[in-house]
């Protein structure tokens, strides 16, 4: 089951109390105090995990708590310290402070480790009490409690390319068809429920990782539909795919009008990130005039038709593709616009080759 987001509240461990403790030995007259000092109670620390890709651990679960540290005893021996709790989260987990909804941690690199709570410290046992004018001290100290917050988890997918479209319009075909992930593929809206990861395949030496996300419609940014729970996961997407189907009742532009519009105001920031479109479903279209509509498309986002063949598009449908002849590269613009079909396999290679092309820009 895959779980995005989970509340709970989080301690850290009590420190263990001190000892009052005498030395009482043979032969050993009036021994004076010897009681040890608490074991320090454990902290709490986020790891981050490659092999899992979920908050599901968390579902059902209110409290975590650390251990406490034990108590000091007698011949100044200290108490043992408490195991620190290790909570294993996936890459681009955000941990946020549900009181006050600050951001405490943004965890994204495999293997990192950091504390988040500090366990309390024991506390002193009497030995550390006596001095000349009070050579009998049965004061000990009790541990310092531990540190508790109630925090949120937010799980934002890490991935190269997002893909952005409405409802049924390829994205798990496509993401099925270049990549090891198995999503869910038919013929009717939000068959995709859930983000799915995949990694595509680029010649014998080179990959990266595309991002599935429920279809966005009108309104999405403010709460319709799925788009607004899933949008966050393509936060973090190097570079974006909006997927405009071709055999759809909308037009092309006005697919492309909404997609951009719900991204923008959605995350600003995400906005200016690099893209390109890919016109999906060219063996299903069922009007009269496929290349004059996409050609319609092109100068409707006011590009020119490319002549070049650099990526190896077919020329039996017209595309567009940046001129980088002298290293310029435009992030306002789509890097291409390529029709593609999932079915029969069209431009599915070049669409490849052409997203890790785009991922070189970006670096």
Request: with cysteine; proline share 4%; hydrophobic share 35%.
């Amino acid at each position: 089951m895959f779980i995005d987001s989970a509340k709970f509240s989080v301690s850290s461990g009590k420190g263990g109390q001190g000892c009052a403790s005498f030395r009482r030995e043979k032969f050993v007259v009036k021994g004076g105090p010897d009681g040890g000092d608490g074991g320090k109670g454990g902290d709490v620390y986020f790891v981050v995990d490659n092999n899992t890709d979920t908050l599901s651990f968390y579902k059902g679960r209110k409290v975590f708590r650390a251990d406490n540290g034990k108590q000091g005893m007698g011949s100044r021996m200290t108490g043992k310290s408490a195991d620190a709790l290790i909570l294993t989260v996936p890459p681009g987990t955000q941990v946020i402070d549900e009181d006050s909804g600050e951001l405490l941690l943004d965890l994204v690199e495999e293997g990192e480790k950091v504390k988040l709570l500090e366990g309390g410290k024991g506390g002193l046992g009497n030995v550390h009490f006596k001095n000349s004018r009070n050579q009998r001290p049965t004061y000990f100290q009790p541990g310092l409690p531990g540190q508790t917050k109630n925090i949120r988890l937010e799980l934002k997918l890490i991935a190269d390319v997002g893909l952005v479209g409405y409802p049924n319009v390829g994205k798990s075909t496509l993401i099925s068809t270049t990549s090891n992930a198995s999503p869910e593929v038919a013929n009717y809206e939000f068959t995709t429920l859930t983000p799915k990861l995949g990694v595509v395949e680029v010649g014998d030496y080179n990959s990266f990782v595309m991002a599935d996300i429920p279809g966005i419609i009108d309104g999405a940014a403010d709460g319709r539909g799925l788009g607004l729970e899933f949008l966050k996961h393509i936060e973090r997407t190097k570079t974006l795919l909006f997927l405009i189907d071709v055999a759809n009742y909308r037009t092309m532009i006005d697919q492309y009008n909404v997609l951009k519009e719900e991204v923008s105001k959605f995350s600003s920031e995400l906005s200016t990130r690099n893209f390109a479109i890919a016109l999906s479903k060219t063996d299903g279209y069922y009007g009269e005039d496929l290349i004059g509509d996409i050609k319609k498309f092109i100068a409707d986002i006011g590009l020119e038709e490319s002549n070049s063949n650099e990526f190896g598009f077919g020329k039996e449908l017209p595309y567009y593709v940046q001129d980088l002849t002298y290293n310029r590269f435009d992030n306002s613009k789509p890097f291409f616009v390529l029709p593609i079909s999932s079915i029969t396999r069209k431009n599915i290679e070049a669409i490849k080759f052409s997203l890790y092309k785009l991922l070189e820009q970006g670096k």
